[in-house]
């Protein structure tokens, strides 16, 4: 599998530079909350959201440097991202995030909220003072799918009910929007035509939909390897797809076993264990990885479009890395 870091090497310099904007445009005087926003950015992950705004802006730019609005894209898209995340540890009680103690582990639940309406507030004013209120527009539109794919989900969680369509329209909502944007975004950042945007919107939704997927199937790794707790998703009554591949197929009095152990995982362990067991040991994880290899294929045979340059090059690439990734 190809490094991250041999993936990033195209735009290791603006990547560079666009931490550096991201640090200036968030810093606070106020002690409490740099301290926290240190701690967030401190923490984040490998940064797949602002890359993809960065290889996506560098391919589209003819051999150009990047302009500052590719590094407002990136930041304005991770922002709404690591916003999403404090809030959602929140909502979901998580005392870690990648291994490492959540923020309202660290500082509680009131303050998280805040610190998360801050990062948006700050970010989007930024935006606004830019000028740049097209790629604004384009990116805000995305917080609205990514809330209401939430909603959904929370819904279906009650209900310990879904369908294939559903789950679609929820990991679209929550997850594929967001990359979709960062790839528009970045094209559009440089002054690329409208049916570029729209073709780095598909490919980027495409590459979205297999990194939760794939993210789905890595809920059932052990927790050491991810930085995240065994089963995650089967604790909060999610039905992601290694299950529900599993429940389309059985028959209903399995399928009543299912979301019995599902009301039942919150606080029981064997509960949880008989479901690992069951999704692990019937395929569930295999089928699902050929689903989201369906949609990497999609998204690579989108690139080819493309002249080849070392931009689209790290971005199949990646494509591939975010199908063989381990955490």
Known sequence: MTSIEKIKAPVAADLARYESFLRTSLHSEHKLTQAMLDYIFETRGKGIRPLLVLLSAGMHNHGKKLPQKSYLAAMLIEMVHTASLVHDDVIDEADLRRGQPSVNAKWNSKRSVIIGDYILAKSFTTGMQSGAYELVGYIT?????????????????????????????????KTATLIGASCGAGAMSVGAGADVVNAMRQFGDNIGMAFQIKDDILDYSPSEKTGKPLCGDLREGKITLPLLLLMETADA???????????????????????????????????????????????????????????????????????????
């Open 141 to 173: 539109n995305g917080i609205n799918a990514l809330c209401e794919g939430e909603l959904i989900q929370s819904e279906q969680n009650d209900l310990l009910e879904m369908t294939r369509e559903i789950y679609f329209d929820i990991i679209s909502k």
């Open 253 to 327: 009095r399995t399928r009543e076993e299912i979301k019995e152990h599902l009301r039942k995982a919150w606080n029981s362990p064997a509960s949880l264990e008989h479901l690992h067991a069951m999704v692990t040991n019937d395929g569930g994880l295999d089928r699902a990885a050929e689903v989201m290899n369906e949609y990497v294929d999609r998204a690579r045979n989108g690139l080819r479009k493309f002249p080849e340059s070392v931009f689209r090059n790290s971005l199949d690439d990646l494509c591939l890395y975010i199908a063989e990734r381990d955490k």
